[in-house]
């Protein structure tokens, strides 16, 4: 949005009066003998031979940081947001005198520096540099998307739960907005509480020791966490365990995750009902003996169910040296209710962009910090702001020390807010939420997995495999959804042919009987085709999404009426939510991929 509001010309003054004053700024320091870095630069100096300590005190007291390097060296960055009047400061706190002339046209960058090729050439950012046009734009944005502003979205495994106003607010207080990550401690004394309290809460919560706030998502928790259990077995000398027993119920970024540390992935089988088998788990542990490194587990698994046996399994890597990592995906069930440390974790990650309510969703933005047993505290991510990395430390994970400081806000609010009764009674919703899904759908289509006491946990799994054989896949329900004003359930996913609905607790009764309704209607419009009464390929089911263009054109070709296509419930008439494009086909783009690089034969020969 940067670049769409200002466009390629605003960007090049932006870029045009920024270097004007960093060479007004190298100018001055110049005339006083103070030598700077060489062109090219653009909006950084280096500063050397100067007395640094007295320069940061001379500075920190106008209210200006600047980049500690060493004792003789200084760095200064520019942005957009510099004035004159700030290089004059500088300038003055340096002992520099103030060049005139500050209008002069600013040099071109030499040689290959030079900027030659034309850029942001799509129309798009050359037409909203107005504020009134912006807003347009955003809106007419905003209003392709459907968003839980509009109905649940029950992505299973994603926790697309509420993110109150409330929570959200302090975001923009330029108390935490305008902070820089690298401020000196004494500056952020405010954001040092909030790390505090945070790492305590969710220290907490999970029955842990210790917390990182570093790791910037989820998948970065897991690398993090990995990367600490890999360090605990080296500084105890069995730096050769090289195995990771991870269930083929388990979130689906763990052998990934695994695989980058370095692990070798050794699969454990599920039985029918969904639950780890045991008996393979124990067998694979045992023939691994002194190579096995950890077990990533999610829980509850990512088949919805309170596994039982979960102590179990955790005793059974424990016997064998091995250290037991728990997703935390999953966490919104556990809330108050149980915890990692509790059923036998040494680490877990947070998502905290799930359960902890920071939005989510397109890419962002994400935090997912990991909780330690006390074993493994020394080994949690360090950083080089905090102190020089040790030994044991497996170093940074992310460029800052505390991750995306600037949303951890949010979750102090949803915790400090909700309190240990209100979590977990928020847990305890989801749960319920989730087994009246299930009970309301079950007649219809099949929960494929349920704990010994026929519930499921926060997320259930209803099967579509058998409409195949009629015609109707997944794909055709999913797209069907979007005609009733939803965003389908995660799909195909842990199970091909399937839908994981995750209800969360932040859904009414209302809201969960209108998507049952909604799924309800649609295998209502399955057994239409199955028993004849539709077309196999002429059908709802086929040609949805209905756009507003197919539905209000001259032409209609189907032998069903545009009144179901575009309103196939009631709630539909009182605020139609209009899919933007029709039908794309997921599994084409997925299998036919397009590389924008150019391949090796590009490259020059050595």
Known sequence: MYAVYHGPGGLRRIAERVKRLADLLAEGLGSAGIAVNAEPFFDTLTLSGVEAERLHEAAAARGINLRRCDGRTVGISLDETATEADIGTLLEIAGAPIPKGSERPVPLFPGPHARTSPFLTHPVFNRHHTEHGMLRYIKRLEARDLTLCQSMISLGSCTMKLNAASEMLPVSWPEFARLHPFAPP???????????????????????????????????????????????????????????????????????????CGFRVVPVACDARGNIDVADLAAKAAALGGDLAALMVTYPSTHGVFEDTIREIGEIVHRHGGQVYMDGANMNAQMGLTSPGLIGADVCHLNLHKTFCIPHGGGGPGAGPIAVAAHLAPF???????????????????????????????????????GPDGLASAAKAAILNANYVAARLGGHFPVLFRGTSGLVAHECIVDLRAWKRHGIDVDDAAKRLMDYGYHAPTMSFPVPGTFMIEPTESETRAELDRFCDAMISIHGEMQAVAGGLADREDNPLKHAPHTAKVVAGDAWGHAYPRELAAFPAPWTRDGKFWPAVGRVDNVHGDRHLVCSCAGMESLDPP
Do not use: K
């Not at 570093?214 to 998948?219: D, E, I, L, V, W």
């Not at 077995?233 to 119920?249: D, F, K, N, V, Y």
């Not at 991510?381 to 949010?410: E, K, N």
């Open 186 to 260: 004494d500056q952020a004394r405010g954001y040092a509480r909030l790390f505090r309290d945070l790492e305590a809460w969710l220290a907490e919560i999970t029955g842990l020791a210790a917390v990182s706030l570093q790791p910037n998502a989820g998948s970065q928790g897991e690398y993090a966490g990995l990367l600490a259990i890999r360090a605990y077995h080296e500084s105890r000398g069995e730096g050769g365990r090289g195995a990771c027993l991870i269930p083929t119920s388990a979130h689906g970024t763990n052998p990934a995750s695994a695989a980058m």
């Open 380 to 418: 949690l991510p360090g950083h080089p702001f905090l102190a020089p990395a040790g030994p044991r430390t497996p170093g940074a994970v992310s460029s800052a020390p505390w991750g995306s400081a600037s949303i951890l806000v949010i979750s102090w609010m949803f915790i400090r807010m909700m």
